[in-house]
């Protein structure tokens, strides 16, 4: 799969799915984007035990998996993006998936955003499996809650406190967007 999206300020967006020799150059991305915002789970050291084997087994999964796609977001050559829907497994519920969606600062506010949920969300329908997806999200984090809102996907909960940065507790927002019967 490789799509292209022309961006807010012209230059293009190349997405594609990952191969097995992509572990190495995801392995530094989650320190970076970690870094540039609090609004993610893993901070400016990255996704603690993060290893070069776990990278390639999280890949190889995502390819394996009906309900699962993993993607890459490229603008000029430099990863710029990284998403995912990840189906659940066992056979009862494996007709939900969670997103996840992070941007590198540099690209922030150039339509990236709603390109892969677009992309995440026709991956989803495409399956005719998945009903379902969900996300989490942290309080406060208002563009992200605008976007996802944008999609379609409304609150359905939230876990109090649940999200820990520097000694603050913030709430998890929990969302859900019906893809078959609302």
């Not at 087994?57 to 995912?84: M, R, S």
Request: aromatic residues 8%; proline residues 3%; hydrophobic residues 40%.
């Amino acid at each position: 799969m490789t799509a292209e999206h022309v961006l807010k300020d012209g230059r293009t967006l190349l997405l594609r799915a990952p191969t097995i020799g992509d572990a190495e150059l995801l392995m530094g991305y989650p320190k970076i984007v970690g870094s540039e915002t609090d609004f993610l789970l893993c901070g400016g050291n990255g996704i603690d035990g993060l290893t070069l084997e776990g990278e390639r087994k999280w890949i190889q999964d995502a390819l394996d998996a009906p309900n699962t796609a993993l993607f890459l977001g490229f603008v000029g050559g430099e990863l710029a993006a990284l998403f995912e829907v990840r189906g659940q497994k066992p056979a009862r519920v494996s007709h939900n998936a969670s997103i996840a969606l992070s941007v590198k600062r540099a690209y922030w506010h150039l339509g990236i955003g709603s390109a892969a949920m677009r992309t995440m969300i026709d991956f989803a329908k495409g399956t005719g499996v998945l009903r379902t997806l969900s996300l989490g999200v942290r309080e406060g984090n208002d563009r992200a809650i605008a976007l996802y809102t944008r999609f379609g996907f409304v609150e359905i909960g939230r876990h109090r406190g649940r999200i820990n940065v520097r000694g603050t507790y913030y709430d998890e927002l929990l969302m859900d967007l019906p893809l078959i019967g609302g």
